[in-house]
């Protein structure tokens, strides 16, 4: 049913829809909404393995990235060679993976004039990580994984990643 008058108030188009109050203000709600962020958003954590890298925080002073490579279990994996000593590299990553909005678990740490290694465990919704790295003098190495769930076999770094 098509009426057109000159007047705004009968205009009508198709199902019925007024054209200057429902459609426009649906159309305009949808658009504010998207602009502010309250429009429906995606989530890493039940994402592909290419969100998860988003969720992998990159160390300060990191000389070299490896990844993100695929790994099992539909994971990610990143490496980093970074400069600093290893207690404090592996203690401000726990930090970033924190304000990242991990839920981080303390496997093993230790470390020995600067000189030491660390594994994490972590959480962020049904989201896994596991984050571990070590070094001596003023290099780590740190290797990441994220999987959408926590894997069977949740390796990172070192050996058997593929």
Known sequence: MNISTNTNNTQRVGIGFPRNSTARALLAMAITATAVGLAATSYADEGPA?????????PASTQITDGPASIPDNGTHMHFWVNGSATDVLGEYKTALEHKGWAVTVVSSEGWGGAGSATYTA??????GVFSGGGSGDRTDLHACAWPSKPSNPNCGGGNRG
Not at 123 to 128: A, E, I, L
Request: aromatic share 6%; charged share 5%; proline share 7%.
């Open 50 to 58: 290419s969100q998860l890298q988003s969720l992998i925080p990159t």
């Open 123 to 128: 959480t962020r919704g049904t989201t896994y």
